[in-house]
């Protein structure tokens, strides 16, 4: 069922784009759909094209493992599209043409805006390409039962054959289509996940076993943990004052974590989730041959209550029930070391939070931390807030329909759109948490599998959406990147003359290669959350487009220096504090401890430093740029 959905889908979507292919002949319909897109058609396009992997995938996942945490995206993504209404789309839509740098460029025809502007469309896109890579690969491989590096593959190759066809008129349609659908069964499995209710003793419809935790006690003698029933192979103590302890039991070998309570130590069965580097799974939980990932997590008690079965609910009763303080919901940790044979391991445990605990602040970000955490989580809500408005895939949106009146409604539409789906993410997110559902190893899935406990058919539907949410959203940024190199530096930077049919072709080569790139970094990132790699590409974009913009509308006495230096110092600065973050340290294989730069994300120093550039520089040339006029 969920490889007939899955391929009707995929086939419907290749087969618009074929028709639509028809009606590009211009680099107006190709980058541009001709400017004739509705504005309600491209309110919808733009959730279709903003609610990507991280939105749908990454947002549940987070929500579902560190509960309002997870939210704080939802909020920051939203939050950011008022900064896209209030200040941007008519502007945007008076100055451009077809790309971001028709925009910056509209009042200087500088070749440096030219070369910085284009390059920095194609630094954020292919910066928001890897997540949604990611996202596809995830996806596919639970799906469809192929390698992830595969999935990334097939996906890619759909996704150039959609924008090489028809360009921006199939992508708008796409997206339209895929907005429409992921709201509307969004709605439907939180529908499900309310009528269903609440249990502590969940069986996921039936569909998996739930899980029940091995307990074995034991002692602790000089730091080292004793047990009488089992052999103890190995201890190791990892940061935090966790403690993994190595067994043999009965003959099988098995990782299980310590727990200390008034003297007496309990060894807890590490849910059979322990991954060792060679992407094997240990503890009889082998990599899966049927196609079944490990699902684990619940609620252990409702107001004081072992055992409960609520029944169907409202939504606020929903809310209400987990969030109550005598409510215990189990979440996930883990925990990474080097064994006795050196071979890197990944522990997942369960982490019990009271209800209470889980819609407040703290779970991941560290709001009551030192200087140093706060002001990592205020960079990563600035990166979030003014990240949306810099978009190249999302600006480039704004030149397909006919009016700037045009772009304000379909804004309007697209604030409406976003904001329901973002309350739904919320209630998808906790159906995950105490379902029964999670795959702590890889909490992008959590909606599909959470779907997949009502059933193959609406996990079917709900991970062709998914995919479809990939699609969207990839080939709006592939467009974006492919109008940079073909639009912007092709024809206006190096001013290579081309007819209306070299340039669709150009952009065509460009999408080509553009998504080979977004396929090898799909593969390089494999396993790091969407929605925290969504937030590294708002913050880049941020950085680098957004004060260009800013200033330009609002400061007469900026220059073209000054916007193309504020964009370089934008992409090179947050970049750079990107690549020495303890996030991407992990990535290296390295201890994140060693980075040097001790924050994940840059926004809170990227951002101003571009601002100040642009003011700098820009006084700085008054008199040049006057004198040469």
């Known amino acids: 069922m969920a490889i007939f959905v899955f391929i009707a889908f995929v086939v419907f979507v290749i087969g618009l784009s074929l028709y639509l292919g028809n009606r590009a002949k211009t680099s107006s319909g ?3 759909a001709g400017g004739n897109i509705h504005w309600g058609v491209n309110g919808i396009a733009f959730a279709g094209d903003y609610l990507s992997a991280a939105s749908f995938l990454g947002i549940c996942g987070l929500i579902a493992t560190v509960g309002y945490d997870g939210f704080l995206y939802s909020i920051g993504y939203l939050a950011g599209w008022i900064v896209a209404l209030f200040v941007v789309a008519e502007p945007l839509k008076k100055l451009g043409k077809y790309t971001f740098t028709d925009a910056v460029d509209a009042k200087y025809n500088s070749r440096g805006i030219k070369l910085a502007a284009a390059v ?13 890579m990611v996202g596809a690969g995830v996806l596919v491989e639970p799906l469809l039962g192929i390698p992830h590096a595969w999935g990334v593959v097939m996906v890619g190759a759909i996704v150039i054959t959609i924008v090489a066809t028809a360009g921006m008129a199939s992508t708008t349609y796409v997206q339209f289509l895929k907005g429409a659908l992921l709201i509307v069964f969004s709605t439907v499995l939180v ?6 209710g609440l249990s502590t003793t969940p069986d996921q419809g039936g569909a998996v076993p739930f899980y029940k935790y091995s307990h074995i006690e034991a002692t602790k003698t000089d730091g080292q943990v004793q047990s009488t029933s089992v052999e103890v192979l190995e201890q190791v103590d990892v940061k935090g004052g966790l403690t993994f302890v190595r067994l043999n039991q009965d003959g099988r070998e098995a990782w299980w974590y310590a727990s200390e309570s008034d003297g007496a130590v309990t060894l807890k069965e590490s849910q059979s989730v322990v991954a060792k580097t060679s992407g094997k799974w240990i503890n009889g939980a082998p990599e899966s041959e049927e196609n079944q990932l490990r699902q684990v997590g619940n609620m252990e008690k409702v107001r004081g209550q072992t055992e409960i079965e609520t029944g169907s609910m409202s939504l606020f009763e929903f809310l209400a029930a987990i969030t109550d303080k005598d409510t215990i919901v189990r979440t996930w940790k883990n925990a990474s070391f080097s064994n006795s044979a050196g071979e890197k391991v990944t522990v997942y445990y369960p982490y019990d939070v009271a209800g209470d605990r889980i819609m407040r602040p703290g779970l991941k970000f560290k709001v009551e931390g030192t200087l140093l955490e706060r002001l990592d989580f205020l960079s990563l809500m600035l990166a979030l807030f003014l990240g949306t408005a810099a978009l190249p895939h999302i600006l480039i949106r704004y030149y397909t329909v006919p009016s700037p009146a045009s772009a304000r409604k379909s804004t309007i ?16 997110g906790l159906g995950a948490m105490v379902s029964g559902t999670m795959n702590p190893a890889d909490s992008n899935m959590a909606a599909p599998l959470l779907a997949r406990s009502f059933g193959e058919l609406l996990f079917a539907v709900i991970s062709a959406i998914a995919f479809a949410t990939v699609l969207g959203t990839v080939s709006g940024l592939i467009v974006a990147a492919s109008g940079a190199v073909a639009h912007d530096l092709f024809d206006r930077y190096f001013q290579i003359k081309m007819d209306d049919r070299q340039k669709v072709m150009a952009g065509k080569i460009s999408a080509f290669v553009i998504g080979g790139i977004a396929i090898v970094l799909g593969i390089i990132f494999k396993g790091m959350n969407v929605s925290f790699l969504v937030g590294l590409a708002f913050a880049v974009a941020a950085s680098a487009n957004l004060p260009a913009i800013v200033m330009l509308l609002f400061w007469k006495k900026t220059t073209a220096r000054g916007i193309a230096a504020s964009i370089v110092v934008g992409i090179v600065s947050s970049l750079g504090l990107i690549a020495l973050s303890p996030e991407l340290f992990t990535l290296y294989g390295m201890n994140p401890l060693d980075a040097p730069i001790p924050f994940s994300n840059p926004g809170i120093i990227s951002i101003p430093l571009s601002f100040i550039t642009l003011v700098v520089v820009s006084l700085l040339t008054q008199k040049k740029e006057t004198a040469t006029a």
């Open 191 to 196: 529908g499900a996940v309310v009528m269903r």
């Open 413 to 428: 539409v697209a604030i409406a759109a976003i904001g329901f789906f973002y309350i739904l993410t919320l209630f998808m």
């Open 120 to 132: 920095s469309t194609l630094v954020v896109s292919i910066c928001y390409l890897i997540p949604q």
């Open 30 to 32: 190709y980058y541009a």
